[in-house]
């Protein structure tokens, strides 16, 4: 749910500065760049629950909730909604701290994501396959 609020009460999957080098030609942050640290947050909760490489095969939502700014600290926080054989889908919310002196939080995008296991001939493998 978006608005101002306190981080989530858990570890996030990765926290990243947002910086003058990630803007879009308006000054705002790319919502490319969002889109990127949101896939790796995802990776990162796959990677563990599949206990080994994982590749992304789709992208089922997405969505800007709130700008993220020039400063902004943003952390992103994963979990497993869904187990198949070799597919594990997961859910990222990201959250911007602004003004850090300030502990000012609001929940800038969610999304839902699928990752595939797969081994070292790049094959998918189930997931409970060391």
């Not at 790796?40 to 206990?51: D, L, N, T, V």
């Not at 889908?89 to 002196?101: F, P």
Request: glycine share 8%; net charge negative.
């Amino acid at each position: 749910m978006a608005g101002s609020d306190t981080l989530p009460d858990r570890e996030p999957a990765i926290r990243v500065l947002a910086m003058p080098a990630d803007t879009n030609a308006a000054g705002d942050i790319f919502g490319g760049w969002l889109m990127a640290q949101t896939d790796i947050a995802g990776s990162i909760e796959a990677h563990r629950r599949a206990r080994g490489r994982v590749v992304t095969v789709a992208v089922h939502e997405f969505r800007f909730l709130k700008p993220v700014y020039v400063g902004d600290l943003v952390s992103f926080y994963a979990q497993v909604v869904r187990v198949g054989n070799s597919s594990i889908r997961v859910g990222v919310s990201a959250w911007a701290e602004r003004e850090r002196g300030r502990f000012e939080c609001e929940q800038v995008a969610e999304a839902e994501l699928t990752y595939v296991a797969i081994d070292e001939q790049r094959r998918p493998r189930p997931v409970d396959a060391q």
